[in-house]
């Protein structure tokens, strides 16, 4: 096994950002998913610090990054749920779906069941 492909992964993994529909952001990092909880989001891309706060509203997670970059440094550890991985799946179909429906003149619902049976394909190889 090599050791710097799994440092790669790692890093690749500690640093994953989304934009959402509404002009926020998601943030993964290693099984968890946060939002922004400060700035307002309109101060977000100018912020120097930028406060993280678990996408799970009922754990107390939190994190802090400066500005919109890595690292995100752990200030509150996560409680009451587990590491979910494959939340970066669902996020980055999520942002596939929007990319080819930018990029498209096909219904939005022809361009959902299509990414659904490449998905299921996927899951079963
Ligand atoms: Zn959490």
Known sequence: MN???LDDDLKENSWRLFK???NGYKLYSIGYTYTVDKPVLSLVPQASKVYWKCEDRTCPGR??????NPPL???QSHFGHEKNI?????????????????NSNEPPRT??????????TESIS
């Open 86 to 102: 494959n939340r970066l799946n669902e996020l980055e179909t999520i942002k596939k779906l929007k990319e080819i429906a930018l």
């Open 20 to 22: 959402t529909q509404k």
């Open 63 to 68: 994190s802090i990054s400066c500005g919109l």
């Open 3 to 5: 050791e710097l492909v």
């Open 73 to 75: 440094k752990l200030t």
């Open 111 to 120: 361009i959902i069941r299509k990414t659904l049976i490449e998905m299921s």
